[in-house]
């Protein structure tokens, strides 16, 4: 029996110059952490964005762990992130032996910034300018934002409470790599160059990928090239290994970065297709009973990374939907657990969370590839009609 051909949810795309580049690394024998296609892809990322520089490393996780290093948050200390998010967002504050302190989502599933200012000003108090959990008298040192599916975070009002409260922003841009203002304050910033620090990853699944990897921008200089610093062993000198500071093997490699500077070529194409599908899903699923497809902000370029549908309240559940389109040979998947319910961080603050388990329960992720053909997106969207009972 002849089954419908599968449509995967996102797969990594290699038109370009992929295979080229990664031969060449391996031909010259530059498969580590040393080679020109490292700082090519630096480069060409630090353009990209409209900075000055990046630091590639291993995987958005470093990037992340390394911008916390820099921020200066030790053991004791309290970094405030969403619990609607990959779990990869929060675990850094862990490997500080910090607190997390979870906060709900707004409806663009980013961080919620009415009850950020609501927890500064309820829940904190202020010592010296520095700001504190009244509850456990642990300092708040930074918070961690991110960017949900290619969606902006609300960076105006989020960098305004930070500023008040003297606290550090890391922007976590894995799902965002090309998202942009282009209006208001930030008009023409792009997610992760607003705040302190921006994260991104190259992940098999992000919108451009090097298999694993990431990479890390910085406000400050000076901060930026002490990241690099940190992420290749923290080498005070090139032949005699003195290090003056616990340093990470966290640099990523040639090979890697070969992909990447490919990837990077065709990145804007891939974020026209995104884009284009998003578009075309939204006319298809107009009249779609069960659910809608959500937009991303206003005033705002997003990649369009991930399309979440969100089902109506009283109708087919999301693991029954999933179940459905799993049926067809459609790969959906449900959005995270929240990460405040996860065995590791039960024991952690958690403020008010009421949205994100909403949306928990309501949203699924259809397919999303960039290689992604009119007639898939037609089959998703008959199936999911079809689900109205
Ligand atoms: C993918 C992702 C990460 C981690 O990136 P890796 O490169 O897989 O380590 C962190 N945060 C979010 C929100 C992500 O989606």
Known sequence: MATNPFIPLSIPNF????EKYVLDAVRQGWVSTGGAYITTFEKQLAEFLHIPAAVMCQSGTSALHLALVECGVCPGDSVVVPTLTFIAAVN???????HPVFMDCDDSLCMDPVKLREYCETECERVDG?????KNHSRIKAVIVVHVF???ADMERIM????????????????ALGTKYLEGRYAGQYAGTIGDYGAYSFNGNKIITTGGGGAVVARDAKHLEHIKYLSTQAKDDPLLYMHHEIGYNYRMTNVQAAIGVAQMEELPEFIERKQKNHEVYKELLRDCKIGKLLDFRTGTSANKWFYSFELYPDGISADQAI???AQENIQARAIWGLIHEQRPYREDTAYRIQRAAVYRERIINLPCST????????????LLGSLWQ
């Open 15 to 18: 038109e370009g110059n992929e």
């Open 92 to 98: 850094p504050v862990k490997y500080q032996f910090a």
């Open 130 to 134: 520095k700001l504190y959990d009244k």
């Open 150 to 152: 290619g969606n902006m």
């Open 160 to 175: 305004d409470i930070a500023d008040q409260y003297g606290l550090q922003v890391i922007e976590d841009a894995t799902e």
């Open 323 to 325: 179940e459905k389109l």
């Open 371 to 382: 290689q992604l053909t009119y007639e898939q997106m037609v089959r998703v969207a008959d």
